[in-house]
């Protein structure tokens, strides 16, 4: 009986345990604990959409990790970026355009120094001479995407319709303008930096001097730029492109504009309707006074390069973002060659084991790598004050409220303001 | 042996009363567990499903909120754009506008609409003119999806009279944007939009959460936004739409799926589903824990109710085991006393077919009086005792020892002979044995006092069939032995001659 009672003492105290275990005990519930990372970027739709869905495969390959993403399309995105950068929000990757690290990073202080995650980054897969792009005093700041330029893009169709080729000079467009205009066609338009641009060209190819100096100041004298605006005047009066304000209000996709001055990366948003309805759209060579000239006073630039912000509290965690969006295949294959050729060698080899190395953007970028005489673009020449400035200018010679001559000197007066000139 | 088979009646009792007991014991204990593991696991049940109705109700409530508070947001930022007088007073369809006052004017609201827009994901933030001018930030992708008529398609998406405003989606089957758009005036309406992937950051559900899919539907169950975002543009249908129709605030749960619908802005409705059997995949684990604890508890309590049985009725059982042995045992002997023996002859007897064999061998002490007169009672008792142990020796346990009168023995034998022996050359040869063995122990050693043992028998079934008429036949029999001389045994043969077998 002894033994039956030491039983049911064990017993009783073993329930006694257990209940007091049950009521009293604390419980823990651990949160899955996640970095949260931002990307931003600017795009259109279906850059959009393949961002969003490569950030998706990001956090499944990562799933300690969380993107949280900022994007809009450009208009207004300098903008943005400029605000956030200046009061420290800006996302901790960053899609950036060449000309920002100039205005941010002059000392290369102003993006993180990405030589310090380089074991994060396959920095072998861009060759030194593209690294220069994103490097400032020395330091990596940022690595480019793709290789960019303004580039002539005919719709072929509409242009054979009429009788007319491909225009590869000036006086071709005029021509074109002539013919296309009695169908309310414009031979070529654009929005205002690329006709800031294709001004340009024109003008360094009559006058034979260049925007920039050697130094990099602006080179332009009054006169230079009476030619770019005098220039932009008689394209908008003799109907080879649309004002830029009304830009918008001419339709690419339905043959209203049959061709347009764009960058290799923004081909298929702008004519991507128009081939699907079977149109053939072809990227012409750089216009200038004769073929052979094509290239002259045109320029290339990396498309847009990625970066890590120089406030992140996250570097690592940032920089395989960084490298995911460069050099992953699922990522690669997503944008094919939404941006231009990449630059990675390994998302180059991707896309090629997948035959996706075709179409507009493909055969612009092959126009861009063939030609010799583009020059590498200044972020000056992107200025948006510079084109605002020009835009305003012009207006006052189209709207009879200055002659050219009066609207280049004011250009001049406001340009001198502003920047350094020789 | 004798033992054994005197106590197992009343053994026998107490074992039926013991299982009884315990199959009792055992029925009780389950019972009583199994109504208190399912009141346990239906209370259990009840709360769980309440807190889970009550929890995932919350979470829809707070998916409603946070819809409200981001379109109430959005709603301001769109009212902000009438801060800019020349927002709402400039008409761009006006045909005495300067054109190049016009397009300064368009330029500055352009320039205010940005400032106003910059921070957020807009895809859409201008105002549309009934000439499909426009002026702030018109995304191409609006541009190419509404074409020329962007003004009319626009306008037709005002709803509510009151503020001149309401939202759109699915705009001919383009789910990719959600549009907002307001009067402005009587030739120009306020547009914003932003990509439905926007939503993920207002429906963003926590981890715990998961499994749960949560939907954005407008007034024709069209999904506007999903967590699986795959179906966003489909409408809804199958067992969610039937469990929300006509539904615009309820939490419905079944054994299929739980459900919770909430309306928002313009008859929109925000709804979170999840099958049942993975929100209450804890019930089932509980419901499992509750069951097995219950079993467990039944199997030791049964455990411990019969160890407690045994131990209990252990004593009872050997108490009673010795007095039913004194009861029925001849103490002097060992072997069974008359009235046991009686019993269980006449019980073997009853049970006996006619083909089978049995001998009553009665054996009565010669002179036993002289002994005890002689050598003492106490010598005359050892040979009691004695002739108690030949018997043992002789026979086997399957066989009924009994002694029933002061000198007088009786054996009913059962067993039968291993060989072809004849039956009753096998009881002579007992009987032989029997002599024999008084000669030895007595007759030698005790040279001044002979002790022998007269034996009588009788067969089942020739000459009877009960104990008293086998008995009878036995008595008949010894009395030959008697008669002749003594020391000797005879067989009862039907008739009275004094002829013996064997001396």
Redo the contacts between chains.
């Keep these: 009986?002894k033994a039956?009672g030491r039983v049911i003492a064990s017993a009783a105290a073993a329930v006694m345990l257990i209940q007091c275990g049950c009521s009293g005990k604390r419980i823990v519930h651990s949160?899955?604990e996640q970095t949260v990372i931002s990307l931003s970027w600017w795009g259109?739709?279906p850059r959009?959409?393949y961002t969003?869905k490569a950030v998706q495969i990001f956090q499944e390959l990562n799933p300690d990790i969380k993107v949280?993403?900022?994007?809009?399309?450009w208009?207004?995105y300098e903008?943005?970026n400029r605000?956030r950068m200046v009061s420290d929000t800006e996302a901790d990757v960053m899609q950036i355009n060449v000309g920002w690290l100039d205005d941010f990073s002059e000392d290369g202080k102003g993006y993180y120094d990405l030589s310090k995650v380089s074991d994060k980054i396959d920095l072998s897969n861009f060759s030194e001479n593209t690294l220069k792009y994103g490097t400032r005093n020395n330091i990596l700041n940022a690595i480019p995407i793709a290789m960019n330029t303004e580039t002539v893009y005919i719709n072929k169709t509409v242009y054979e319709a009429h009788g007319l080729d491909i225009p590869q000079t000036w006086d071709d467009l005029f021509r074109a303008a002539d013919i296309l205009s009695k169908d309310g066609i414009y031979p070529l338009c654009g929005p205002s930096k690329a006709i800031w641009l294709f001004s340009i060209a024109y003008a360094e190819q009559k006058t034979g001097k260049s925007f920039l100096d050697d130094k990099g100041k602006i080179a332009f004298s009054s006169d230079e730029f009476q030619v770019m605006i005098d220039f932009y005047v008689e394209m908008v009066e003799r109907r080879v492109i649309p004002k830029i304000?009304d830009f918008?209000?001419v339709?690419v996709?339905n043959g209203t504009c049959a061709g347009a001055v764009a960058w290799v990366s923004d081909a298929i948003?702008y004519f991507g309707?128009s081939i699907k309805a079977g149109n053939e759209v072809v990227a012409a060579n750089y216009t200038a006074f004769t073929p052979e000239d094509s290239g002259a006073g045109w320029y290339e630039k990396p498309a847009t390069l990625y970066a890590i912000s120089k406030n992140t509290t996250h570097p690592e965690e940032s920089a395989l973002l960084l490298d995911f969006l460069l050099n992953n295949k699922e990522m690669a294959l997503l944008q094919g060659v939404e941006k231009g050729i990449p630059i990675s060698k390994s998302a180059q080899e991707y896309l090629d084991e997948e035959g996706l190395l075709s179409g507009l953007q493909y055969e612009a970028s092959v126009v861009m790598d063939s030609n010799t005489k583009l020059r590498e673009m200044s972020p000056l020449l992107e200025d948006t004050d510079l084109i605002n400035d020009f835009n305003d200018v012009a207006?006052l010679v189209l709207?009879d409220?200055a002659t050219s001559e009066e609207a280049a000197q004011q250009l001049f007066e406001m340009i001198g303001e502003e920047f350094e000139m020789t | 042996m004798a033992k054994r088979e005197q106590s197992r009646p009343s053994l026998k009792n107490i074992r039926g009363l013991q299982l009884a007991m315990i199959i009792g014991y055992a029925v009780i204990i389950i019972l009583v567990i199994f109504i208190v593991t399912n009141l346990a696991v239906k209370k259990t049940d009840k709360v769980l499903k309440n807190k889970v109705i009550s929890i995932t109700s919350s979470l829809n409530v707070q998916m409603k909120l946070n819809m409200d508070s981001y379109i109430s947001r959005m709603e301001t930022i769109g009212t902000l754009a009438f801060g800019s007088e020349d927002a709402y007073t400039y008409d761009a369809t006006d045909p005495n506008n300067d054109e190049y006052e016009a397009l300064n004017t368009e330029k500055a609201i352009t320039e205010k609409l940005y400032s106003l827009c910059i921070m957020d994901n807009f895809c859409d933030y201008g105002i549309v003119y009934r000439n499909n001018r426009t002026v702030g930030k018109i995304s191409n992708g609006t541009s190419s999806l509404m074409g020329d008529d962007m003004y009319e398609e626009l306008s037709s998406m005002i709803t509510r009279q009151r503020t001149h405003d309401g939202w759109s989606a699915g705009y001919k089957d383009d789910h990719k944007r959600i549009y907002y758009v307001k009067r402005v005036h009587d030739n120009a309406v306020l547009v914003m939009s932003f990509y439905a992937s926007e939503l993920e950051s207002v429906f963003d559900n926590p981890e715990t959460l998961d499994d749960m899919d949560i939907r954005l539907v407008d007034s024709n169950y069209d999904i506007l936004y999903s967590s699986r975002g795959e179906e966003i543009g489909n409408q809804l249908t199958g067992t969610i739409y039937e469990r929300v129709k006509d539904k615009t605030s309820a939490t419905v749960m079944d054994n299929t799926y739980l459900v919770s619908v909430n309306s928002c802005v313009d008859d929109w409705y925000v709804i979170c589903s999840i099958p049942t059997r993975i929100i209450l995949k804890e019930k089932n684990d509980i419901q499992y824990y509750i069951y097995m604890a219950g079993l467990i508890a039944a199997v030791l309590a049964v455990l411990f109710g019969t160890i407690m049985s045994v131990r209990l009725t252990r004593p009872v059982k050997q108490a009673v085991s010795i007095l039913d042995s004194k009861a029925n045992t001849d103490q002097l002997t060992g072997i069974l006393n008359k009235l046991a023996f009686n019993d269980r002859v006449s019980g073997r007897l009853d049970s006996s077919l006619t083909i089978e064999r049995h001998a009553l061998i009665l054996l009565d002490l010669d002179n036993f009086k002289g002994i005890n007169d002689t050598l003492g009672h106490a010598y005359g008792d050892s040979v009691l005792a004695k002739t108690g142990s030949i018997l043992r020796a002789e026979f086997s346990t399957e066989d009924f020892l009994g002694r029933i009168g002061g000198d007088e023995f009786c054996v009913f034998v059962n067993c039968s002979p291993s060989d072809d022996m004849d039956y009753d050359e096998f009881i002579r040869e007992k009987c032989e044995t029997l002599c024999r063995a008084y000669w030895k122990y007595y007759s030698g050693d005790r040279k001044d006092y002979k002790i022998s043992a007269s034996i009588g028998v009788s067969f089942f079934p020739d000459h009877g069939s009960t104990f008293e008429e086998l008995y009878s036949a036995s008595d008949k029999a010894l009395y030959k032995a008697k008669k002749s001389g003594k020391d000797a045994y005879a067989f009862y043969d039907g008739n009275d001659s004094e002829e013996v077998d064997g001396q």
């Design positions: 009986m039956l949160q899955k259109n739709d959009t959409e969003l949280n993403c900022n994007y809009s399309e208009s207004g903008a943005r605000i304000e918008k209000k339709k996709e948003n309707s207006n709207f409220k």
